[in-house]
C-alpha cells in the first residue's frame, strides 16, 4: 500500500534540548542495566513502520529467531513518510553508518537507493528454489521494483492490490451485477448519482501527494500505457477519467480534495455505490460495527479498460532489504533468510495481512482468512500488474499529479497536461 505523509510539528529549542537529553538518559540507563545482567549476544535492528512493529515482534519471538540463532533483534520504528525515511537514510549512509540492519520498505524508497548502490545484494541467500514459490504478478514486481541491473536488493513480504468494493445491497436492490468494463461504469450515474443527497456512483481520493497518482496510474495501466509517456494510452484514461467527473456524473469532482480517510468516511457513510481502495478498507469496515454488514462491503473483480485482463489491477507492496553501512551485516544476513524463509513466511500471515503476499505458500495457508480470498480471487484471474517504475519516481510522481490535477478541475486543457508531462519528465 502507498502512503505520503507530511506533519508540521513545531518544538521550542529549549523543550527539544531537554527532551532529547531525557531520553538519551533512558536509552543510557536502558543500555547500562541489560548489559549487566545479560550477556553479551549480537543484536540485529529492524526497522519497520509503526503500525508494524507489534506484528513483527510477536512474529519473531514466537517463531524462534533468536532461540535458534542466539541473534537478539531490536525493532524500531523508522519514519512512516517515505520522504522522512529518504533525508534520514542519506544522512546516515554519507556519515558511514545506519540507523537500520535491517529495514523494511515500500516500492518508492526502493527506486531511489538502489541505482546509487545503498543496499546488499541478497541472491547468495536465497535457496536455488526459492522463486520457484512466487505467482507471476510477484516475479513481476520484483523484477521492477526489488532489482537492479538484475541483481536482487529487496524481498516483498507485503504485496497489495487496489481492489474494487461495492455495496451489494443496493446493486441487489436494482438487478445488476458490478460493472465488469470501463462502458458499464459510465452508465451508472444514471443509476446511483444523487447529488442532492450527496451520493455518488463512486468517489476516489485523488487529493495531490500521492493519492491521485495512484488513480492515475491504475487508469493508465487499465488503457495499456503508464502515466509518464503521455501518449494516446495515457490521453484515453485521463480523457475517461474527465468524463466520468463531468458528464456521466459517477465520479464525485470533490474527489480531487479528498484523501483516503475522507473517500473511505463517505462510502461508510452511505454515499458511495462502488470505489477502488487498498486492502485495508476491510479491516477499516469491519471496525465500524454499528454499520458494517457483509453486503455492504461486498469485492468483485475490477471493470476492464482496454489493455484487458492482464492490467485489471496493480499491486504496491513492501520488503526487506540490508543497508550497505549496516553495523552487523552477519546478524543482518541471518534474519532476513529467516524472514524470507517458506516455512516462515506462510506462518507470518497469522500475525498480521502486513504479511499477506501472492507468493503460493503464503496464499495456501492463509486460505480463505480475512482478505486473502480477495488475494487469491485476484490472482487466480490473472488481473494483477505491477505499477511502473521511473527513475527519479517522486518527482515524476509530482509531474504527473500537477498536470492531470489541472486538466481535471479545468484549469488546462486536455493536451497541454500531456505536453507539460512529456516536458518535464524528459527534463529528469
Not at 514466537?62 to 534520514?88: C, H, K, Y
Not at 491504475?218 to 480523457?239: N, V
Not at 487469491?376 to 518527482?395: L, Q, R
Request: aromatic share 14%; proline share 5%; charged share 20%.
Amino acid at each position: 500500500m502507498l502512503f505520503f505523509v507530511g506533519s508540521s510539528t513545531k518544538i521550542s529549542r529549549r523543550k527539544f534540548i531537554k527532551t532529547s537529553s531525557s531520553v538519551m538518559a533512558g536509552s543510557v540507563l536502558a543500555f547500562s542495566c541489560k548489559s549487566a545482567h545479560v550477556a553479551a549476544r549480537p543484536v540485529v535492528k529492524l526497522g519497520v513502520t509503526g503500525y508494524a512493529v507489534d506484528a513483527f515482534r510477536k512474529a519473531i519471538d514466537e517463531l524462534g529467531f533468536t532461540r535458534d540463532t542466539g541473534i537478539e533483534v531490536e525493532i524500531i520504528q523508522r519514519p512512516n513518510a517515505p520522504s522522512e525515511l529518504m533525508t534520514q537514510m542519506v544522512g546516515a549512509i554519507y556519515a558511514g553508518t545506519s540507523p537500520y540492519d535491517v529495514l523494511d520498505f515500500e516500492d518508492q524508497i526502493a527506486s531511489s537507493f538502489f541505482p546509487v548502490g545503498w543496499f546488499l545484494p541478497l541472491d547468495d541467500l536465497l535457496a536455488p528454489d526459492f522463486w520457484d514459490d512466487f505467482t507471476r504478478p510477484m516475479l513481476e514486481m520484483t523484477e521492477m521494483w526489488d532489482r537492479h541491473d538484475g541483481i536482487t536488493y529487496r524481498i516483498h513480504h507485503n504485496f497489495e492490490p487496489c481492489y474494487w468494493w461495492y455495496r451489494k445491497d443496493w446493486f441487489d436492490q436494482k438487478g445488476l451485477q458490478p460493472p465488469q468494463t470501463w462502458q458499464d461504469v459510465a452508465q451508472l450515474g444514471t443509476v446511483f448519482t444523487d447529488r442532492k443527497k450527496g451520493i455518488w456512483a463512486s468517489e476516489e481520493g485523488m487529493i495531490k501527494g500521492g493519492f491521485l497518482w495512484v488513480y492515475i496510474t491504475w487508469m493508465a495501466k487499465q488503457a495499456g500505457g503508464t502515466p509518464y509517456q503521455a501518449d494516446e494510452k495515457l490521453g484515453s484514461a485521463l480523457e475517461y477519467i474527465y468524463n466520468l467527473m463531468h458528464r456521466d456524473q459517477v465520479l464525485n469532482p470533490a474527489c480531487l480534495q479528498k484523501n483516503y480517510d475522507q473517500q473511505n468516511s463517505d462510502y461508510m457513510a452511505d454515499r458511495v455505490a462502488f470505489m477502488r481502495q487498498w486492502p485495508f478498507f476491510f479491516d477499516i469496515t469491519r471496525q465500524n460495527k454499528a454499520w458494517y454488514s457483509e453486503e455492504k462491503v461486498a469485492c468483485a473483480l475490477p471493470p476492464l479498460g482496454p489493455a484487458g485482463k492482464p492490467c485489471g489491477t496493480f499491486a504496491a507492496g513492501w520488503g526487506y532489504g540490508i543497508p550497505k553501512t549496516a553495523q552487523n551485516v552477519e546478524a543482518a544476513r541471518e534474519l532476513v533468510k529467516f524472514l524470507i524463509n517458506k516455512e516462515v513466511a506462510s506462518k507470518m500471515v497469522h500475525y498480521s495481512t502486513w504479511f499477506l503476499n501472492a507468493r503460493y505458500s503464503v496464499l495456501k495457508e492463509a486460505g480463505e482468512s480475512g482478505s486473502a480470498k480477495y488475494l487469491k480471487m485476484y490472482t487466480d484471474a490473472g488481473i494483477i500488474t505491477s505499477h511502473p517504475n521511473i527513475p527519479k519516481f517522486m518527482e515524476a510522481l509530482v509531474i504527473v499529479e500537477n498536470a492531470t490535477s489541472a486538466f481535471l478541475s479545468d484549469q488546462i486543457k486536455f493536451e497541454k497536461a500531456l505536453q507539460l508531462i512529456r516536458e518535464q519528465i524528459a527534463l529528469l
